[in-house]
């Protein structure tokens, strides 16, 4: 999603970033402050102003410790395309893992959110214009805009395990297992509990009487489909990866991508599109072994047939279509020579 400064604000807001103040700063003092800021945020995420990237700036080069920003926009927020909440929170995850499985090197890597708002300065000096962004600045980058390091879109389909690899990657710094919240907490897990302990005998009751949902002929039906979407549409690869339902076009922050074309990775809306298709063709052959052969009218029969037959090779040819379509490989029918 692109962003437009007021072009004379963030002028004015440029020439005073770029101005050196009048007396030097040292590493030191500035690893002070910064480490100061860490302890007081509860993620170890330091809220960055325009003000105090001058003064990290101002240091000679090469730094003594790398620092990534999050660009951040809370006007876009809103925007569900754009995942920026989500980011953020994924972002901090990274910065509160790193922190506290290496304590012993929390001035060498910091983490930084700012906000277009407050920091337009900021943003026109490393030349966004568009989110989500985020940068890493090793400590050899004189010039901000092209000696940092932007993270790519695939680079966020993890989320906080993407983002960890990256860090990896192009620094010498291991930010180490990610240290997510449970997903229940224990007073929940205590009302579970009860829940479950009060209701056991009444479930007993019905289930000896055999007065249960699980005694439902369409429950079982509905369970065995799900199971065989959840199956064929890569689901579980999606939650194990943490994969999105879909990217933010690079070149254009205005569209979405569903279909990631590479190999290397898919996308939660392409596994759904092809569990579909799936599911179909699966559902077909259930409706042409269990239902079709009860059929007495044999045209009625022969025309189902004919439907069913169109419909699972429509459905296969889309998923071979796709499936070259990502990875380059062709597949194609055999044929007899004798036919040729």
């Known amino acids: 999603m692109a962003i437009c400064p007021n072009a004379a604000t963030a002028v004015l807001l440029l020439f005073c970033l770029l101005t050196p103040p009048a007396s030097s700063v040292s590493s030191d003092s500035i690893i002070s402050e910064l480490s100061d800021l860490q302890s007081r945020s509860p993620t170890g995420v330091i809220h960055l102003t325009d003000a105090l990237l001058r003064r990290i700036l101002s240091l000679p080069t090469p730094r003594p410790f790398h620092f990534l ?150 429950v079982w039906m509905a369970g065995a489909i799900f199971v065989y979407f959840f199956s064929v549409s890569g689901a579980m690869f999606n939650i194990i990866r943490k994969m999105p339902l879909f990217l933010v076009d690079r070149h254009n922050p205005d569209k979405v991508v569903f279909f990631y074309q590479g190999s290397g990775m898919q996308l939660g809306a392409e596994g759904f599109a092809i569990g579909f298709l799936y599911t179909i063709v699966g559902l077909l052959l259930a409706f042409a072994v269990h239902v079709l052969i009860r059929v007495r009218n044999r045209g009625m029969q022969r025309m189902l047939m004919m439907f069913a037959l169109f419909v699972s090779f429509w459905a296969v040819k889309k998923v071979i279509f796709l499936d070259n379509w990502k990875t380059g490989y062709g597949i194609h029918g055999y044929w007899p020579s004798s036919w040729r």
């Open 69 to 218: 920003i999050f660009f951040d926009a809370h006007k876009l927020h809103s925007k569900p395309e754009l995942s920026l909440p989500t980011l953020k929170s994924e972002f901090s995850l990274v910065s509160s893992s790193f922190y506290s499985n290496n304590p012993d090197k929390k001035s060498l890597l910091f983490f930084f959110d700012v906000e277009f708002d407050e920091s337009q300065a900021t943003f026109a000096l490393f030349g966004i214009n568009s989110l989500p962004h985020i940068r890493l600045i090793p400590p050899s980058a004189a010039d901000p805009k092209t000696d940092s390091i932007q993270m790519d879109a695939s680079d966020y389909s993890r989320l906080a395990e993407s983002m960890a690899d990256f860090i990896v990657s192009r620094t010498t710094l291991s930010v180490g297992p990610i240290n997510r919240p449970p997903v229940i907490s224990r007073t929940q897990i205590i009302f579970i509990i009860a829940v479950v302990l009060i209701w056991t005998p009444f479930f007993v009751k019905k289930l000896i009487s055999g007065n249960t949902i699980l005694h439902e002929k369409s």
